[in-house]
């Protein structure tokens, strides 16, 4: 309002203000609507998706309507040595009690139809919280959980003292092998393998379950809460890439992105990325796991940004593909427009009750036929010779999986993908992403033959001009009884981007 209007504004009671500077109130007021427009990428679901004491009890009685009597013994991840490293809790253990406090653990003992379940968690200690900050507590942690809550000092007594008394303790931790919670990884013992080895060691006739992979299955169904809290860890990751997307131009540093994009998610309430931000430009848009993002980009480049926050413990993983000078070039083009029909062959696929195997299918014979028709594969069905066998051409430039489950890992267990390739089902998370990478060096890695050297022979024109070109796109996508939902509506279309 003008100034002489303010007074009788005031004095009618209404909420008023005085604007002097007509531009500076623009741009504040410019401010303050992206900032909302931020704010509420985050807000619904975190609203609506906190997930109740009794979805983790009733997950806990899941489980132990699988095993027969006996304790289930449940470690959570340990405080690190180093006090000023961060802690990220156990998911199997996240999953089962929703407890983020280090060190702490679960037991539950189960006689016939009864069962009795305990909490083990630091007490307050306020001369440590100094350095930690408060802890739970017993009383936090008994309110929260609806266990008996009990010092995590008296953990090994409690179960030492059960094993005495029980014939099986089922075990959920930090193991290398389905079969034997004993057997040492590639890196030794785990703290949950020795706590275990000393415990069997006292007690000759204790037998010892490792049931991880039972709540590994439990976890590959999603439920409502859950599929919110992924939607709006997506929001987020949403919300970042397009924040990239506007940033880049030629001659920044890929750090400079990287670091734009995680301000994003901690700014919209993630806890931290969920895996290793990756923005690969250039040649590096060809290696699939690179995450060193310290290289300046060039104008003609294209740039893979394979990113995701974990928001209250969930994870999202989206990919986009875009140029640095902000127009695909007409070879950077043709790979993009094969990657996305591709992805949208699968999409098609992708039906509740659909067999992952006719998805992963729909995508290859896309990528297939398109990469035949540019030439940089002989036919859809060409071969090479292969250490002494026959693989695909297609390989060359396609050669990870078509996606993943997401939940409380960013690699997820899912009902669908994986051993057994299911059925898409309701209370899936899951993503797509097809990929063709065009490596500078890909003919060096095909074995010499008389054969393989035509094969270079005729492909070397091609890989020179399509050169360090690495497309990946990825979208997430959830189950419900409405079907399948696409949830992470970044801009992919080569005319959006």
């Not at 193991?175 to 393998?193: A, H, K, V």
Request: aromatic share 8%; charged share 20%; glycine share 8%.
């Amino acid at each position: 309002i003008q100034n002489s209007d303010f007074s009788e504004c005031l004095l009618k009671s209404e909420f008023c203000i005085l604007i002097s500077d007509v531009s500076a109130f623009t741009q504040l007021l410019m401010r303050t609507i992206a900032l909302l427009a931020a704010l509420a990428v985050a807000l619904p679901g975190s609203l609506q998706a906190q997930i109740p004491r009794q979805e983790y009890a009733a997950r806990r009685d899941s489980l132990v309507s699988k095993i027969q009597d006996g304790a289930l013994v449940v470690f959570g991840a340990r405080e690190p040595q180093k006090d000023y490293l961060s802690f990220f809790q156990e998911p199997n253990f996240l999953y089962l009690t929703g407890v983020r406090e280090p060190n702490a653990a679960l037991v539950i003992v189960k006689r016939g139809a009864r069962t009795t379940g305990t909490i083990f968690v630091q007490p307050n200690n306020p001369a440590a919280e100094v350095w930690t900050g408060a802890r739970m507590g017993l009383d936090t942690a008994r309110a929260r959980t609806g266990l008996v809550a009990r010092s995590s000092e008296d953990f090994m007594p409690v179960i030492d003292s059960l094993a005495g008394v029980v014939r099986t303790i089922y075990v959920v931790g930090e193991f290398s092998d389905d079969e034997d919670p004993l057997e040492p990884s590639e890196q030794g013992m785990s703290f949950d393998q020795e706590v275990m080895r000393a415990i069997a060691g006292r007690h000759d006739s204790l037998a010892l379950s490792n049931v991880t992979p039972m709540v590994l299955r439990l976890r590959a169904k999603k439920s409502p809460a859950e599929l919110e809290l992924i939607r709006t860890a997506v929001n987020i990751t949403v919300e970042a890439h397009r924040q990239a997307f506007q940033a880049i131009e030629p001659d920044m540093n890929e750090f400079e992105i990287q670091a734009l994009i995680e301000y994003m998610f901690r700014r919209n309430g993630a806890d931290r990325p969920s895996f290793a931000t990756i923005v690969g430009s250039g040649p590096n848009s060809t290696t699939l796991h690179y995450n060193a993002d310290d290289r300046f980009m060039r104008a003609g480049d294209v740039v893979v940004m394979d990113i995701g926050p974990s928001y209250a413990g969930y994870a999202a993983d989206v990919t986009r593909t875009v140029p640095v000078s902000g127009t695909f070039t007409p070879e950077q083009r043709e790979i993009y427009r094969v990657v996305r029909g591709a992805q949208a062959a699968a999409e098609r696929a992708a039906q509740l009750g659909a067999a992952w195997r006719v998805v992963n299918q729909a995508a290859t014979t896309a990528l297939a036929q398109g990469l035949a028709r540019i030439g940089l594969i002989e036919s859809p069905e060409a071969t090479y010779d292969c250490n002494g066998q026959q693989c695909p051409q297609l390989g060359l430039f396609y050669f990870h999986g078509l996606g993943h489950g997401i939940g409380l890992d960013v690699h997820d267990p899912e009902q669908a993908i994986g051993e057994g390739q299911g059925a898409i089902q309701r209370g899936s998370a899951f993503t797509i992403e097809p990929g063709i990478y065009v490596r500078a060096n890909v003919l060096d890695l095909v074995p010499d033959t008389p054969r393989n050297r035509q094969l270079v022979t005729k492909l070397r024109p091609l890989i020179e001009r399509f050169a360090n070109i690495g497309v990946r796109i990825e979208d997430d996508y959830i189950v419900t009884e409405r079907g399948v939902e696409w949830i992470s509506r970044a801009p992919r279309e080569i005319e959006e981007i």
